[in-house]
């Protein structure tokens, strides 16, 4: 009885738009950042002001200048447009693995634990023996075996990012399928997949989507990174972690690696921004203060 | 409202008051607005007394409790008031003098027995803590005086005790630690908050007893919080009503109970069915209409008037709390002005003593029930030795495995059209035996035929043509509704895949008809049931059950979940859904009066075991088994005079695991009556009576 906390004192109470804002001020942030490179990598042709694979030996590693706003790379390629067309990669590379992973692994994680016993056992299993290596080195090990390729890494991605979902949608599942709206579809007789896809899977997908806003930002770090260690994309075509990679040992040339990195950081950060914002939201003990 | 301020006068009011609360109103402001959830209330205690505050779930009666020793919380405060203990302004107390005020001299044990316990410290260490910070003993005295408190609690072997972790203990015994605790610093006044409302009948009258002896030998003033009159009326000399967040009447514990001055006293005695007043074929309970008010926006005048029976035209204006005779007030124009409200129970006889009057009713309870025997129609559900062992993780590896009988062997038949009370403690396996009837789990052994077809082992799909005779009601209204789909499409779902609607338009008509018949708007077809009250909540779920037109149904504690009001709104629901459509209900519930209300037959579960069977008059008049007889005897009545004068029969202890069984007779470590038989052999559950059976060596003896 002694444990109890001592009341607070209370802070005046705002106003709810204040307060909205103030909640969700880093959320909006990230959702404009995310917006911006959305409508980037739509319109890359025509903001572009080179063609990003065009050969110029002669204008080579150029400082930033009016002609070419950041710069040209050791071939001479203007960096503005390979950092505008990098983006179209990136975003297509993350939310091709974040969505196809999660679909593939919600559907599975629910199968498990809906059915319990044999089938959970088997499907949690497989789970934990992908969980078994890191990931990293696993998906490099993989894009290595199929040869390099935006394809081919992307399918690497997706063998080792299917666990974590599978996982996170059978401990949710696990928690719906024993309420009571469940039991009393069953006694209406309805079939076990419409019980599981229409009444329980429903219930449990707040905090998916949670995982998967936040996790778009970091497959795209992951894909950048395997580009940059040379196994994402075929050379010419332009992609942030096969730039950064370029200019890594071009020191004195410091633009050639920063533009692509500031692009990497910014997506990432807009999505865990817009993450953290729908985590909020959707957990009221989080959105009551 | 100046008027508010009136103090009442105690009837012994010659003693100063060790506390009292006056005027005091705490507010939350929340993002929707503002909720006055205390708005005006003045109260005192006096040294030994027991005071009890009663109401439904957000009339306040916990905030106040907690406001009193200032445990509110963001974004509460407590806005304005005095609150004098032994004259320190609470108010005004620093952080220090409010810690030692707090656990020293008030304590406070709270609902939940099994979250107020800190779960990974040791039983002695929780203990010992509270006595050596308020500075009173040291470590050592602490411990002996621990092992001292816990045996006083009833604990068995206290010196064991206080070395466990509190998972090791049950809810009843993790209420007597708080109370041990609670008492440690020799408290002037403890609060408590709900303390029995999670706990089992037998287990609560076990408590109840501890607090009167509490309050008996250390002269400790108590103040009971409760929904439950009965509790109330168990315990207290006085009582405060609460309603929206205003007390509206106050009195002496027996007069309150026996003569209501206010329309909501009077219809929280009229919403439960009492134990000691039936009357065979009268089921209607009486109502008020409507729901709780919203705390966000009090009703305009007197806040009952929305939902008062009574109301007048002075209703529009706010009345005041005024004494109208020494000790006893009430905040309600009608009885002010001289207004007589109808007596409590008008079908009983108010005059005769309740001894004469339980004899006369049993008569007539048992010509009743033999009627009902002799026109019993076809068998509806037949279960046979049914059986539902669940297995659990072995505790080693090379350990034995170990199996959870929750339901051991239990005969029953159901006849069409009547309604069969299940009741049992906690763990006795009647949810269990309600979920194996409409098939959610798959018996062990035995069988369960339905209407003549065995459906122990169907699979779901040769079971689904039943499962449109077949339904269930479930115990929590929150859980039972799923939240992501509007009331229309729980409703239609059901139709449209039973083929019971053909097309959009006779689909929508049908859930209109639905709503209509559970007495709900047809505008509730396009809300999602988060925006429904509890009580709404269950009419949306019994207008699931009834959308495919079941026969029989299975009703999960239907009511428990629910205020008293709400409780006796849904019974009257039921009551009439099973005339207009000729229902067979299996009724499970823990709160015996209202099992009697409903039930033809009630059927009495002990660990998984049927204990007795008989017609509900018959049971209650003359009950064969000794467990039947202490759970009726544990019971509660709102009614302080019989409270006081019922003889009663305590179990103790508590009921032994479903893993490792007793042998003979499950009972017989309770049973006061048990001999060497009972632990040899199993005794059968044999017809002593007609219609009454009962699984005893030595029915009707005790």
């Known amino acids: 009885m002694t444990a109890v906390a001592l009341p607070q004192e209370v802070a005046a109470p705002a106003s709810s738009r204040r307060r909205w804002l103030r909640r969700y001020a880093l959320a909006v942030a990230g959702g404009v950042v995310i917006l911006f490179w959305f409508a980037v990598a739509l319109l890359a042709p025509v903001i572009s002001p080179f063609n990003p694979e065009f050969v110029d030996i002669a204008s080579r590693l150029q400082p930033p200048s009016y002609a070419h706003w950041l710069g040209t790379d050791a071939l001479g390629r203007d960096v503005l447009s390979r950092v505008l067309y990098g983006s179209r990669i990136s975003l297509i590379a993350g939310f091709s693995v974040v969505v196809i992973s999660a679909v593939f692994g919600t559907v599975l994680g629910a199968i498990a634990a809906y059915a319990r016993g044999r089938v959970e056992d088997l499907l949690m299993r497989l789970t934990d023996l992908v969980l078994c290596f890191p990931p990293i080195i696993l998906a490099m090990a993989i894009a290595a075996a199929l040869g390099i390729g935006t394809t081919n890494t992307i399918i690497a991605m997706l063998i080792v990012w299917w666990p974590k979902y599978a996982r996170l949608a059978r401990s949710l599942v696990l928690v719906q399928r024993s309420q009571e709206y469940v039991e009393a579809a069953h006694v209406l007789g309805f079939g076990h997949a419409h019980i599981l896809f229409r009444h329980v899977v429903p219930n449990a997908i707040g905090p998916l989507i949670v995982m998967v806003t936040l996790d778009l930002g970091n497959a795209i770090l992951v894909f950048a990174g395997l580009s940059f260690l040379g196994l994402g994309v075929v050379p010419p075509t332009p992609e942030w972690g096969a730039m950064v990679a370029e200019g890594r040992e071009l020191v004195q040339q410091w633009w050639v690696a920063t533009f692509p990195g500031i692009a990497i950081l910014s997506v990432v950060m807009g999505f865990n921004f817009v993450g953290d914002g729908i985590r909020d939201w959707l957990d009221p003990h989080a959105r009551r203060r | 409202m100046p008027d508010d301020a009136e103090i009442i006068k105690n009837s012994d009011s010659d003693s100063v008051p060790i506390l009292s609360v006056e005027d005091l109103r705490t507010h939350f402001f929340t993002d929707q607005g503002v909720v006055r959830a205390v708005d005006g209330v003045t109260f005192h205690v006096h040294a030994g007394e027991t005071l009890g505050i009663v109401g439904e779930s957000g009339s306040g009666k916990s905030i106040t409790a907690k406001s009193v020793i200032r445990l509110i919380e963001e974004p509460g405060r407590i806005v304005s008031g005095r609150i004098d203990f032994r004259g320190r302004d609470v108010l005004t107390l620093d952080h220090g003098a409010l810690r030692r005020l707090r656990g020293?001299?008030?304590?406070?044990?709270?609902?939940?027995?099994?979250?107020?316990?800190?779960?990974?410290?040791?039983?002695?260490?929780?203990?010992?803590?509270?006595?050596?910070?308020?500075?009173?003993?040291?470590?050592?005295?602490?411990?002996?005086?621990?092992?001292?408190?816990?045996?006083?609690?009833?604990?068995?072997?206290?010196?064991?005790?206080?070395?466990?972790?509190?998972?090791?203990?049950?809810?009843?015994?993790?209420?007597?630690?708080?109370?041990?605790?609670?008492?440690?610093?020799?408290?002037?006044?403890?609060?408590?908050?709900?303390?029995?409302?999670?706990?089992?009948?037998?287990?609560?009258?076990?408590?109840l007893d501890l607090l009167r002896e509490l309050n008996a030998d250390f002269g400790t003033a108590i103040i009971l919080i409760s929904h439950d009159l009965g509790v109330i009326a168990n315990i207290c000399s006085r009582i405060v009503v609460m309603y929206a967040g205003e007390v509206v009447e106050e009195g002496p514990a027996e007069k309150l109970l026996a003569d209501p001055k206010h329309p909501?006293?009077?219809?929280?005695?009229?919403?439960?069915?009492?134990?000691?007043?039936?009357?065979?074929?009268?089921?209607?309970?009486?109502?008020?209409?409507?729901?709780?008010?919203?705390?966000?926006?009090?009703?305009?005048?007197?806040?009952?008037?929305?939902?008062?029976?009574?109301?007048?035209?002075?209703?529009?204006?706010?009345?005041?709390?005024?004494?109208?005779?020494?000790?006893?007030?009430?905040?309600?124009?009608?009885?002010?002005?001289?207004?007589?409200?109808?007596?409590v129970g008008v079908v009983a006889d108010a005059q005769s003593s309740p001894?004469?009057?339980?004899?006369?009713?049993?008569?007539?309870?048992?010509?009743?029930?033999?009627?009902?025997?002799?026109?019993?129609?076809?068998?509806?559900?037949?279960?046979?030795?049914?059986?539902?062992?669940?297995?659990?993780?072995?505790?080693?590896?090379?350990?034995?495995?170990?199996?959870?009988?929750?339901?051991?062997?239990?005969?029953?038949?159901?006849?069409?059209?009547?309604?069969?009370?299940?009741?049992?403690?906690?763990g006795c396996g009647k949810s269990t035996l309600g979920r194996l009837i409409v098939r959610l789990h798959e018996p062990t052994a035995g069988s369960i035929a339905y209407g003549g077809v065995d459906i122990s082992h169907a699979n779901s799909a040769t079971i689904r043509p039943l499962r449109r005779r077949l339904q269930m009601i479930f115990q929590d209204p929150y859980a039972s509704l799923n939240p992501r789909m509007t009331v229309g499409q729980i409703l239609s779902g059901p139709l449209q895949f039973?083929?019971?609607?053909?097309?959009?338009?006779?689909?929508?008509?049908?859930?209109?008809?639905?709503?209509?018949?559970?007495?709900?708007?047809?505008?509730?077809?396009?809300?999602?049931?988060?925006?429904?009250?509890?009580?709404?909540?269950?009419?949306?779920?019994?207008?699931?059950?009834?959308?495919?037109?079941?026969?029989?149904?299975?009703?999960?504690?239907?009511?428990?979940?629910?205020?008293?009001?709400i409780q006796a709104q849904i019974i009257n629901l039921l009551i009439d859904l099973q005339q207009r459509f000729a229902l067979t209900y299996l009724f499970i519930a823990h709160d015996?009066?209202?099992?009697?209300?409903?039930?033809?037959?009630?059927?009495?579960?002990?660990?998984?075991?049927?204990?007795?069977?008989?017609?509900?008059?018959?049971?209650?008049?003359?009950?064969?088994?000794?467990?039947?007889?202490?759970?009726?005897?544990?019971?509660?009545?709102?009614?302080?005079?019989?409270?006081?004068?019922?003889?009663?029969?305590?179990?103790?202890?508590?009921?032994?695991?479903?893993?490792?069984?007793?042998?003979?007779?499950?009972?017989?470590?309770?049973?006061?009556?048990?001999?060497?038989?009972?632990?040899?052999?199993?005794?059968?559950?044999?017809?002593?009576?007609?219609?009454?059976?009962?699984?005893?060596?030595?029915?009707?003896k005790l």
């Not at chain 2, 709404?536 to 029989?552: D, G, H, K, N, T």
């Open chain 2, 104 to 207: 020293g001299e008030v304590a406070m044990v709270f609902q939940d027995p099994m979250t107020s316990l800190n779960p990974v410290l040791k039983i002695a260490r929780q203990l010992v803590e509270t006595m050596v910070e308020h500075g009173r003993f040291s470590p050592k005295a602490a411990l002996a005086r621990a092992v001292d408190l816990l045996g006083r609690m009833g604990i068995n072997a206290p010196k064991r005790a206080v070395e466990s972790y509190p998972h090791q203990f049950s809810g009843g015994m993790r209420q007597r630690v708080m109370l041990a605790m609670g008492f440690s610093n020799e408290p002037v006044l403890l609060i408590a908050d709900e303390p029995t409302t999670a706990l089992d009948v037998t287990i609560q009258a076990q408590i």
């Open chain 2, 264 to 343: 909501y006293t009077w219809a929280l005695l009229n919403a439960v069915p009492r134990l000691d007043r039936h009357t065979p074929g009268e089921k209607k309970l009486v109502t008020i209409e409507g729901t709780p008010p919203d705390p966000l926006n009090w009703p305009g005048g007197c806040r009952f008037r929305p939902r008062c029976p009574f109301a007048i035209d002075a209703c529009g204006e706010h009345p005041a709390l005024k004494e109208f005779e020494p000790g006893r007030a009430a905040r309600c124009w009608v009885t002010q002005q001289g207004g007589v409200l109808p007596a």
């Open chain 2, 355 to 426: 001894q004469p009057r339980a004899a006369a009713r049993s008569t007539v309870s048992y010509a009743v029930a033999d009627a009902a025997v002799a026109t019993r129609g076809e068998v509806l559900l037949e279960l046979r030795d049914v059986k539902k062992h669940f297995p659990l993780a072995k505790t080693s590896f090379f350990g034995e495995p170990r199996v959870l009988h929750a339901v051991d062997g239990v005969d029953l038949t159901v006849f069409k059209g009547e309604t069969v009370g299940l009741v049992g403690e906690s």
């Open chain 2, 498 to 565: 039973h083929g019971m609607t053909q097309g959009a338009q006779a689909t929508a008509s049908r859930v209109r008809e639905l709503l209509d018949v559970v007495g709900l708007p047809a505008l509730a077809a396009d809300r999602f049931p988060l925006e429904f009250s509890g009580g709404q909540r269950q009419r949306v779920s019994i207008a699931r059950a009834l959308a495919v037109s079941p026969e029989f149904i299975v009703a999960d504690e239907p009511i428990s979940a629910l205020d008293v009001n």
């Open chain 2, 592 to 700: 015996l009066a209202v099992v009697r209300h409903v039930s033809d037959r009630i059927v009495v579960l002990y660990l998984g075991k049927v204990m007795e069977i008989a017609p509900a008059g018959a049971l209650f008049a003359s009950p064969l088994h000794p467990y039947t007889k202490s759970l009726i005897s544990a019971a509660p009545i709102p009614d302080a005079a019989v409270e006081r004068k019922r003889e009663r029969l305590r179990l103790t202890g508590e009921p032994p695991s479903a893993i490792d069984l007793p042998s003979g007779c499950r009972f017989r470590t309770r049973c006061p009556i048990a001999t060497e038989l009972c632990a040899n052999e199993i005794p059968p559950l044999i017809e002593h009576r007609p219609g009454q059976w009962a699984a005893c060596h030595f029915a009707g």
